[in-house]
């Protein structure tokens, strides 16, 4: 096929919640300049890059520029399906106007399924203002299968669903629950596809409040208030390494539990984030976080 018949989009792989290459969690993110892609070709292109997220920026007006424009829309794909809400491939979007682009905007805004999305520079972070997602009590029973696939044995304090960010199962685990102990849990997918529960699941969350005791610490010795992870095998992602539209929902569930809205969190999959979250009074929730552009190019299409 010649040159002229091929189309070819920017496109960048951005590690979210952190300032080291190889750490947080990656994702795509792709420039649409003035190609117009049908749902079904950012479909493929997101399970091509087989990444838990695959972002895509475009203009809103035709005289708009990465460059210098502080409002585009954003969409998010996981390899299998498109997403309401990604936090981590958003803070990945803005690095890429910011830091790729040169974009000089204090403030971008992004047009969302979720609503107009904020991204700030905060220092040498990015700060995203997200919506607050509220979680509900829940009975464990109609969940069983489902914990047991997730936690197994570990002992459980209390079972949450959030619906309105598309059905976020909470779990949080006894406070005596190590760090290591959470690190060490070995979730099966497949009984949780399996499993029966009254509710759409997008994700299951699973947290621990922090202390030193049990070992909720960074390498500096500073405390985690609280720390988590987080599955999603329904949306072809068995393990998420840093969710930012998680902490939405943790924001609101942990400020009713510590009494407070300043959180200082971690994630702890295998790659790992730390994360800067703030509950608002007018009901957003800010998460900071840093990141680094690994891969910059083009893709054909």
């Not at 969940?143 to 936690?151: I, R």
């Not at 406070?175 to 994700?203: C, K, N, V, Y």
Request: aromatic residues 8%; proline residues 5%; glycine residues 6%.
């Amino acid at each position: 096929m010649a040159d002229f018949d091929v189309k070819k989009l920017p496109i960048f792989q951005v590690d979210a919640f952190t300032d080291e290459p190889f750490a947080g969690n990656p994702a795509a993110v792709c420039l649409l300049e003035d190609v117009d892609l049908t749902n079904e070709h950012q479909q493929k292109i997101a399970a091509e890059m087989n990444l838990s997220e695959t972002a895509y920026i475009r203009k809103l007006n035709l005289e708009d520029d990465f460059s210098s424009s502080s409002k585009f829309g954003l969409r998010w794909f996981t390899p299998t399906n498109e997403v309401a809400l990604c936090g981590h491939a958003t803070l990945a979007s803005a690095a890429t106007l910011f830091y790729m682009m040169k974009n000089p905007s204090p403030q971008l805004t992004f047009q969302t399924l979720s609503g107009d999305l904020f991204a700030r520079r905060d220092g040498d972070f990015i700060s995203l203002d997200l919506p607050e997602n509220k979680t509900q009590p829940q009975d464990r029973e109609p969940y069983s299968q489902l914990l047991q696939a997730v936690v197994d044995t570990t002992p459980i304090r209390d079972l949450r669903y959030c619906r309105s960010i598309g059905g976020d199962v909470l779990v949080r685990l006894t406070d005596d629950t190590t760090r290591q102990t959470l690190e060490s849990l070995r979730p099966d997918t497949a009984a949780m596809l399996a499993a029966h529960t009254q509710d759409i699941i997008r994700g299951v969350i699973v947290t621990v409040k922090g202390s030193p005791e049990n070992g909720c610490v960074d390498n500096q010795g500073v405390m985690y208030d609280f720390i988590s992870r987080y599955f999603a095998p329904w949306n072809g992602i068995p393990e998420d390494p840093v969710t930012g539209s998680a902490h939405t929902v943790l924001a609101s569930y942990w400020a009713e539990e510590l009494g407070k809205t300043q959180f200082y969190a971690r994630q702890c999959s295998a790659r790992g984030g730390d994360l800067k979250v703030r509950l608002r009074e007018d009901g957003r929730v800010d998460v900071a976080g840093k990141a680094a552009v690994v891969v910059q190019g083009m893709i054909r299409i």
